[in-house]
């Protein structure tokens, strides 16, 4: 073959490889939110533990939004679980006790439901129950929606469009039972995972992603002088485990030990993820600190002396540089790419 045949055949491949490589890659992305597959972990994190009786699909982790944020599900039809799991504060919520659906104050700080995929322990005070189970609860206890599955049963299968949701989700002939719709949020829970904050792109080789101080901050947060990260470990920033960190001389709430029954539990509670910290203000299981630094000063002077206080917290002596430092790095820790998604913005919270 001749040297041109040679460069025409060539060049006749690469613009096929082109078109080949443009077509690919404007399948790959999904122009409709809709088709987005919320199943796919961040980058360097695990993949997401759905169980094997509720695996993923986006026809279920769609039902499950729609619920999670419908006022249907309550008994009066005043709060849904956003009422209280606010995206505008990472699934948390910004008042320390919310008035329940009965109008008294909850005894507990509400948590931020990220990234509770992949844990098997729920709560402040670690209920081994599953994300199903819990859910279902919340139907009907009377701190939560406090209705009738019946009536929620009934409610559902009135609606112009659950009906139809359910069957898609849940195959032909499924009707709109609350175990299903505890199953679908549960779904869509487990897609609430973070993992794009500026620390974790550092963490990938951007050594730009943090600021100076952050960096500083950084190292205090997993020195052995703080030990912040013996308790707020690995990437979730928790060690699953239960500790006392004496943030006030009396605890009227025992934590741990409602659980277990046992006094060495009194008064602990499971370390909190502190990724979206920035945003989940008040703080606790309590709720009695409203800011970042009300936190950092109780750890930099060893906490209050309680029953069963961690013997890991010592005063630390910080600087006013270092306290800032160390507020900086939690706030490295917000990811706005999982805060801003589309799919949370139209429900109007
Ligand atoms: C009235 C406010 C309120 C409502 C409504 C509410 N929650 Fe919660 N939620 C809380 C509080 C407070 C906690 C912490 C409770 C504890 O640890 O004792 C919590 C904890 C949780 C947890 C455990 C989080 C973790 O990090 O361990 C999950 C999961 C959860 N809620 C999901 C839901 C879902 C789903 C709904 C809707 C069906 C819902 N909640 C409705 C206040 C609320
Ligand atoms: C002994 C284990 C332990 C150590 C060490 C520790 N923490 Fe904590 N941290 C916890 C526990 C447990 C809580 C929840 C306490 C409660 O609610 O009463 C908590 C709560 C927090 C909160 C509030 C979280 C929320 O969602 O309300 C922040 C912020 C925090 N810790 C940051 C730090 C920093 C910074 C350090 C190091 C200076 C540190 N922690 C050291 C166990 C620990």
Redesign the pocket.
């Known amino acids: 073959m001749s040297k041109f045949y040679k460069i025409i055949i060539l060049a006749i491949f690469s613009v096929l490889l082109l078109l080949f490589n443009n077509f690919c890659s404007q399948n790959s992305v999904t122009t409709n939110s809709s088709e987005v597959d919320y199943s796919i972990s961040p980058k360097g994190f695990p993949k997401i533990p759905f169980p094997k009786d509720n695996a993923y699909s986006s026809a279920k982790e769609k039902l499950g939004r729609y619920l999670f944020f419908d006022k249907i599900l309550s008994k009066d039809s005043t709060f849904s679980c956003a009422s209280c799991h606010n995206p505008r504060y990472a699934f948390?919520n910004n008042v320390p006790n919310p008035l329940t659906i009965n109008r008294f104050p909850l005894p507990r700080?509400v948590?931020?439901l990220v990234n509770v995929a992949y844990r098997n322990l729920i709560g402040?005070e670690g209920n081994e129950i599953s994300l199903e189970d819990a859910i279902y609860h919340d139907f009907y206890s009377p701190l939560f929606f406090d209705n009738d599955t019946n009536e929620i049963f009934k409610r559902l299968s009135n609606h112009p469009f659950y009906p139809k949701m359910f069957e898609e989700a849940f195959g032909k002939k499924s009707k709109p039972y609350p175990y299903l719709a505890a199953k679908a949020i549960a779904t869509f829970v487990r897609t609430l995972v973070s993992g794009n904050s500026a620390y974790d792109r550092y963490v990938r080789g951007d050594s730009n992603a943090l600021t100076e101080s952050q960096k500083r901050g950084m190292k205090?947060?997993f020195s052995d002088r703080?030990?912040?990260?013996?308790?707020?470990s690995g990437f979730l920033f928790t060690?699953l485990?239960?500790?006392?960190?004496g943030?006030t001389n009396h605890y009227f709430d025992f934590?741990r030990f409602y659980s277990t029954g046992k006094f060495e539990d009194r008064?602990?509670?499971?370390?909190?993820?502190?990724r979206n910290?920035e945003i989940?203000a008040?703080?606790?299981?309590?709720?009695t600190?409203q800011t970042?630094e009300e936190?950092?000063e109780n750890?930099?002077n060893g906490g209050y002396p309680t029953i069963n206080k961690?013997t890991?917290?010592k005063p630390?002596n910080l600087t006013e540089q270092e306290k800032e430092d160390?507020i900086n790095f939690?706030k490295a820790l917000t990811d706005w790419d999982f805060l801003n998604q589309e799919r949370f913005k139209s429900f109007g919270y």
Do not use: E, R
């Open positions: 948390a700080n948590l931020s402040w205090l947060f703080t030990k912040c990260s013996v308790c707020h060690d485990q239960f500790h006392n960190t943030t934590g008064n602990k509670f499971l370390t909190p993820s502190l910290i989940t008040p703080y606790l299981h309590d709720g600190y970042l936190v950092i750890y930099n961690d890991i917290l630390l160390l939690l």
